[in-house]
């Protein structure tokens, strides 16, 4: 199956830094997905990206669509312990099939 | 709305036991998908439906079965359970591309079913 490289697999921040995570693809994508999953929780859907080049936000979260449709990249502004969780990316080319990334997860010190 | 809903949340099976995985919807989606999520890893789709009557496999449909009798429900079936099918496995739901409130098919999850093959 489809392959997506998201890096970095980990962070430890200080509250109050800002954080950026990316995710990379061999195949080229339509739409782009980023979500946050808690401890024993379902993810919940962050920002959905669906042009090359759309950059979108939702409060401190910005995420892009790359332009190659290969890439796509979240930021998180002045970050809160609220923020601690793990960063899945999702891509699909066809409409049905999601393929995700393995985490990001993100520690915030306060 | 209550969203996506599943049951159970936790289950032990003991090898060769069979079990259903139970998930409903009430946002009218046509499109439905369940994943496994193995410790430190992305999820991996199993099974998808894009409407009553119609499924398809996924990246990893082996050891599972599936049916979409209705819009609401799409339960996961596993006949003969096996070490390898532990794994916490999510039910997500969708509209169509182009439906979506963001005009896409961005999809909502779950909180999971935790299964343990022992």
């Known amino acids: 199956g489809q392959q997506l490289n998201q890096s970095p697999q980990s962070m430890f921040i200080q509250e109050g830094e800002d954080v950026s995570m990316n995710c990379t693809s061999s195949?080229?994508?339509?739409?782009w997905l980023w979500y946050k999953q808690d401890p024993g929780e379902g993810p919940v859907l962050l920002i959905a990206?669906?042009?090359?080049?759309e950059l979108t936000s939702n409060g401190r979260l910005t995420a892009q669509f790359g332009i190659t449709r290969k890439d796509s990249f979240l930021n998180i502004s002045a970050s809160i312990p609220s923020d601690v969780g793990i960063y899945f990316c999702?891509?699909?080319?066809?409409?049905?099939?999601?393929?995700f990334g393995t985490g990001t997860s993100l520690t915030v010190i306060p | 709305n209550a969203g996506v809903t599943q049951t159970p949340k936790f289950r032990i099976l003991k090898i060769g036991q069979s079990m259903t995985l139970q998930c409903t919807q009430d946002?009218?989606?046509?499109?439905m998908y369940w994943y496994r999520q193995d410790p430190g890893m992305g999820l991996k789709l199993i099974y998808y439906?894009?409407?009553?009557?119609i499924t398809d496999k996924g990246e990893v449909p082996n050891g599972y079965n599936v049916s979409r009798s209705t819009t609401e429900d799409f339960p996961l079936r596993l006949e003969l359970a096996a070490p390898s099918q532990t794994s916490v496995y999510f039910c997500?739901?969708?509209?169509?591309w182009g439906s979506g409130s963001g005009g896409g098919n961005e999809q909502f999850f779950g909180p999971g079913t935790r299964l343990t093959v022992l």
């Open positions: 997500a739901s969708s509209y169509p």
């Open positions: 195949s080229i994508f339509n739409t």
């Open positions: 990206l669906y042009k090359a080049g």
């Open positions: 999702a891509g699909c080319s066809n409409g049905n099939q999601f393929y």
């Open positions: 946002m009218n989606h046509n499109y």
């Open positions: 439906s894009v409407g009553a009557g």
